[in-house]
């Protein structure tokens, strides 16, 4: 059976033995059907995640470790219905010493495929160079004056999308740049507001999650959520701006109380103008396509997408392509071999 050392997750396939350091991003305490106890996991790092499984066999049971914490795991890779998971054997929390095995907490945390410095200045210089009214563009540069920092780091979501270190950046980069185009196709809209909305539209999950690697609700999140924080967040950038127009700032507070584009999907109010309604939508598919490439990168075919509630049609991986390509090549040898 392959072993592998301290390989990434993205490396893994079925039939390896697996030492090496992960997240372990997910701890499920759960029993079968016989009444005993194991453990339902995910292990990540910045290359993938993997679900796991502890058994009431194993030593690693109970072992001293939890949801969130770094950890040292041996394993064996099996294909469960299609998808790899890993069995576990041992598992512990790691310890300083691991630094010299290879542990590097860097390579763990899941993270934006893109260059974050590259991002972040491609931000600032769309907010300096197309917001045309003097106070907008003084509030959205005040804006990355503040919250910049925190801006670069954060996930956009705790797990449907855009959810790693970066991911809120990436997702607002990828808006902004939409609605640019947007706005060029359709000249009447304001696009100034819109791209104070793309910016402002997400800015309360600074506040509604934790960074990475946690990445779990906050306290506050919970019980008022990232619509109105992010709204709170707006008046209070707008507050610091002295003659700031009112009727702008209330229309600006309607693109972020608005983008979620539907009621039911806790939007407070439905889009009411131009803006409002070309913020949800590119708001939507953005987010729409990064799930559907997430899920693509594991594997082409038909899959359940949970995030969007149904099956989606995805292309094969380049890995799948060789590996059916070979397959291919191989198959007329292997036929005259069996005949």
């Not at 592998?4 to 030492?19: L, R």
């Not at 939890?66 to 394993?75: E, N, P, R």
């Not at 979501?157 to 740049?177: F, N, P």
Request: charged share 25%; proline share 4%; with cysteine.
């Amino acid at each position: 059976m392959p072993s592998k050392t301290n390989q990434p997750i993205a490396s893994w396939q079925a039939g390896d033995t697996i030492v090496g350091f992960a997240l372990l991003s997910r701890k499920e305490r759960r029993q079968d059907r016989n009444g005993n106890s194991f453990l339902d996991l995910e292990l990540t790092d910045a290359s993938a995640s993997i679900s796991g499984k502890v058994w009431s066999d194993s030593p690693a049971l109970e072992g001293d470790y939890d949801a969130h914490d770094f950890v040292k795991v041996q394993g064996s890779v099996k294909d469960y219905k299609g998808r790899l998971q890993i069995i576990l054997h041992r598992c512990r929390r790691t310890s300083d010493a691991d630094g010299e095995h290879g542990f590097d907490p860097a390579l763990l945390v899941p993270t934006t495929a893109e260059d974050i410095g590259e991002l972040y200045d491609r931000l600032e210089r769309l907010l300096q160079e197309r917001v045309q009214h003097p106070l907008m563009r003084r509030l959205a540069l005040e804006t990355l004056a503040t919250h910049g920092r925190e801006l670069r780091e954060h996930p956009a979501a705790k797990s449907i999308h855009h959810a790693y270190r970066g991911g809120l950046l990436e997702h607002v980069v990828s808006m902004a740049e939409l609605a640019i185009k947007a706005a060029e196709h359709y000249p009447r809209l304001d696009s100034d507001q819109l791209l104070l909305g793309v910016l402002f539209h997400d800015l309360g999950k600074l506040r509604e999650l934790g960074a990475m690697p946690a990445n779990e609700y906050t306290r506050d999140g919970r019980l008022i959520g990232h619509i109105v924080m992010g709204r709170d967040l707006l008046r209070q950038r707008c507050a610091a701006i002295e003659g700031f127009p009112e009727e702008l700032q209330v229309h600006l507070e309607h693109l972020v109380l608005s983008h979620h584009g539907e009621l039911e999907f806790g939007s407070p109010v439905l889009p009411m103008t131009p803006e409002a309604l070309t913020l949800a939508f590119i708001d939507n598919l953005d987010s729409k396509l990064n799930q559907l490439w997430q899920v693509g990168d594991a594997g082409g075919g038909l899959q359940y997408l949970r995030g969007m509630g149904r099956f989606v049609l995805l292309p094969e991986t380049a890995a799948e392509s060789e590996a059916r390509d070979a397959g291919a090549e191989d198959g007329p040898e292997q036929t005259r071999l069996e005949l």
